[in-house]
């Protein structure tokens, strides 16, 4: 028998410490992908209720929100103040443009840009929808609009259409 060394009989033979680093990181993965998969079953048996309702909600209000853009158009301000608007037109009526009354508009001391705002909210547009048309923001639109409530003297969006449609500021 060959004799061996003291020294190398004394130090047991080790592998290289990548080995072990990847068979514990293995491992360790293997137990991640694991408990993901009881996890993932667990949500989708006992909560697939509530996991297949959240998801019909969510298609049902994509859709909506997409047929609303299609199909609602969307008015031009100028249409409304020349007074073409189809809701404003009369059955019968001629299809003369509307003017405002250029006396009643400096009576009313109402801006052009103001002008424009009631008009789209006599269309019945939201304050982001004016605001996305314009090109303003909506804390804009909401001053434009106090402004409007105030020189009219009325608290309410329906009120201004109203008196603004009686003084001829719109059509």
């Known amino acids: 028998m060959p004799s061996e060394s003291p020294s190398s009989a004394s130090v047991p033979h080790r592998s290289a410490p990548w080995r072990t680093i990847l068979l514990f990181g293995g491992v360790g993965g293997v137990l991640i992908v694991v408990l993901r998969v009881i996890e993932y079953r667990w949500l989708v048996l006992h909560r697939s209720l509530e996991l297949y309702g ?28 020349a007074g073409v608007s189809p809701e404003t037109t009369p059955v019968g009526a001629p299809n003369e443009p509307f003017s405002p009354d250029p006396v009643a508009v400096a009576r009313s001391g109402l801006t052009p840009r103001e002008l424009d705002i009631l008009a789209l909210i006599a269309v019945g547009l939201s304050t982001r929808e004016i605001a996305a048309q314009v090109g303003v923001s909506e804390n804009t639109v909401k001053t434009h609009s106090s402004r409007i409530y105030a020189k009219l003297d009325v608290s309410r969006r329906t009120q201004a259409v109203q008196v603004a449609r009686e003084r001829r500021l719109i059509g």
């Open 54 to 81: 959240g998801l019909v909600a969510l298609l049902f209000a994509g859709v909506g929100l997409w047929l609303g853009q299609r199909l609602r158009p969307v008015a031009d301000a100028s249409a409304v103040i």
